[in-house]
């Protein structure tokens, strides 16, 4: 029986922070380890170009953070295929096949892509590669024939564009060649990480977040400047829990539901100050975060090795898309010379 097929991944557009472990990193090592599954890994650096085109080097700098950041939270190479997105030509061609397929003005009516162009402040300047990515992203799900794709509550638009051009190309072509996906979300409640400000989202260009990479002493740093209570000037003042980011990331990270709670009583009576709490926390994601760091410096040690796992995995994710193109080839009418050479 063979294997249910994943498609996940990120853009290497700088180190991965706990907000990304929380949101999907997690759920992926969990499904890996569960050996029912074969996870394909991308390293978006095409999709991260749509909004760098002018500053490659951030990507190229970033592809190789990524990778130990992978490595370091338990994606392991034998298990998983971890690849490079720019190195698999088929992609591209998928993209160029399926945009016929798509209406601007579907693009465009896309929630999640209404929403990052807002957050980008592109203004008119939208680059063209930005608002066809759902199209992009749905050649990458498809060229795998992935048909479970774990991503945060935000990314469910690109996965139904994702299923509205699989079943119109089946349809257009008469023929069962791409699958549908569907989404992999992680618990209610700990799909997005508030940032340590308050913001709804952690995000590296807010500057809110604790990296996977950060040390102790930084973590304990961050921590001790997060948001709490604004009205919470005094240790004996009632303080509120809801919104209060130090209670947020206790609900996620702290396996001890009843000490949480218990907490929480204490800070809304009075008499529990936010310095304890947030020392408290840092305890917590220490316990989470240690290995992980132990593990990436590790890596970090033999990053010519990291590069050779990532073009082992490149190269075995060209041959599955190119098998995928192939057939998109033969149902279009375009394998003209197939049997020819």
């Known amino acids: 029986m063979s294997k249910e097929i994943i498609l996940t991944g990120d853009r290497p557009t700088g180190k991965l922070h706990i907000g990304h472990y929380i949101g999907s990193l997690k759920n992926r090592v969990l499904l890996q380890n569960t050996g029912k599954y074969d996870p394909y890994i991308m390293i978006a650096d095409t999709q991260a170009l749509t909004d760098n085109a002018r500053n490659p080097e951030k990507i190229r700098n970033s592809l190789i953070e990524v990778a130990l950041d992978y490595l370091a939270v338990g994606l392991d190479p034998e298990k998983s295929t971890i690849f490079v997105q720019s190195q698999i030509p088929a992609l591209f061609e998928l993209s160029m096949d399926y945009m016929d397929l798509v209406t601007l003005a579907r693009l465009e009516r896309n929630p999640t892509v209404k929403t990052e162009i807002k957050q980008k402040n592109f203004g008119d300047s939208v680059p063209v590669g930005f608002v066809t990515y759902p199209i992009a992203q749905a050649a990458d799900i498809t060229a795998f024939k992935a048909s479970l794709v774990p991503v945060g509550d935000d990314q469910e638009p690109m996965l139904e564009q994702a ?3 699989v079943r119109t190309f089946n349809r ?3 023929v069962d060649v791409l699958v549908e ?3 992999y979300f992680p618990p209610k409640g700990q799909g997005r990480l508030p940032g340590l400000d308050g913001n709804a ?3 590296k260009s807010l500057g ?4 996977l990479a950060d040390d102790a002493e930084t973590v304990k740093k961050k921590v001790m400047s997060m948001y709490t209570d604004p009205d919470h000037i005094h240790v004996e003042d009632p303080g509120k829990v809801e919104g209060n980011t130090v209670f947020t990331y206790l609900d996620v990270f702290d396996p001890d539901k009843d000490k949480v709670a218990q907490l929480k009583e204490d800070y809304q009576k009075g008499g529990l100050g936010d310095v304890k ?3 408290y926390l840092n305890k917590v994601l220490e316990a989470e975060l240690a290995p992980i760091r132990e593990r990436r410096e590790k890596y970090a040690q033999d990053t010519d090795a990291v590069y050779d796992m990532l073009y082992a995995g490149s190269q075995k994710a060209n041959a599955v898309a190119n098998e995928t193109l192939q057939e998109v080839r033969d149902a279009i009418g375009f394998n003209y010379f197939k049997n020819r050479g």
């Open 172 to 174: 257009t072509y008469n």
């Open 163 to 165: 299923r509205e051009i």
């Open 201 to 203: 989202k952690m995000s």
């Open 208 to 211: 809110n977040c604790i990296y």
């Open 181 to 183: 996906p569907k989404g």
């Open 277 to 279: 709490i947030k020392r």
